[in-house]
């Protein structure tokens, strides 16, 4: 995979408890980005939470006052290992112009589990055979 410094929503960034925001906002501008690769994935194993939920969002502007969920998945701890990634594969329709991730720690806190999450230049989805 290749990602975009610029276009980061979070980079090894630990996810411990309650809901926590991507470090990073990406400004796309308004319109369909929806053709855009998008890769989460744990880069840490998760130990202790029972399930982590995560959000795309979007917002006309920075602030995010007028939050939208664009969508939403959560895996299990069994499932959040190391390189585990989450099924949403492109950027969902509706962006309003800035994009962000919401993680929700459900259960237990936890004390381990990292995710690294961007926009890519293709993901495995976008690959055809010839």
């Known amino acids: 995979m290749l990602l975009d410094t610029q276009s980061?929503?979070?980079?090894?960034?630990?996810?411990t408890?309650?809901?926590i925001l991507s470090e990073n906002v990406v400004k796309f501008g308004a319109g369909d980005v929806s053709f855009v690769p998008i890769l989460i994935q744990a880069t840490?194993?998760?130990s202790?939470?029972?399930?982590?939920?995560?959000?795309v969002?979007?917002?006309a502007d920075?602030?995010?006052?007028?939050?939208?969920?664009?969508s939403e998945s959560t895996l299990n701890k069994d499932s959040l290992k190391a390189g585990a990634t989450y099924p949403i594969a492109y950027l969902p329709k509706g962006n309003k112009g800035y994009?962000?991730?919401s993680y929700t720690v459900e259960g237990t806190a936890e004390t381990t589990g990292k995710v690294t999450s961007g926009t890519v230049a293709a993901n495995e989805?976008?690959?055809?055979e010839v």
């Open 125 to 128: 989805l976008s690959w055809h």
């Open 57 to 59: 969002e979007t917002s």
């Open 8 to 15: 980061l929503f979070s980079e090894n960034q630990a996810i």
């Open 99 to 101: 994009i962000r991730l």
């Open 48 to 55: 202790d939470l029972t399930n982590l939920k995560v959000k």
């Open 17 to 19: 408890t309650g809901t």
């Open 62 to 70: 920075e602030t995010f006052e007028d939050v939208k969920v664009l």
């Open 44 to 46: 840490q194993d998760f």
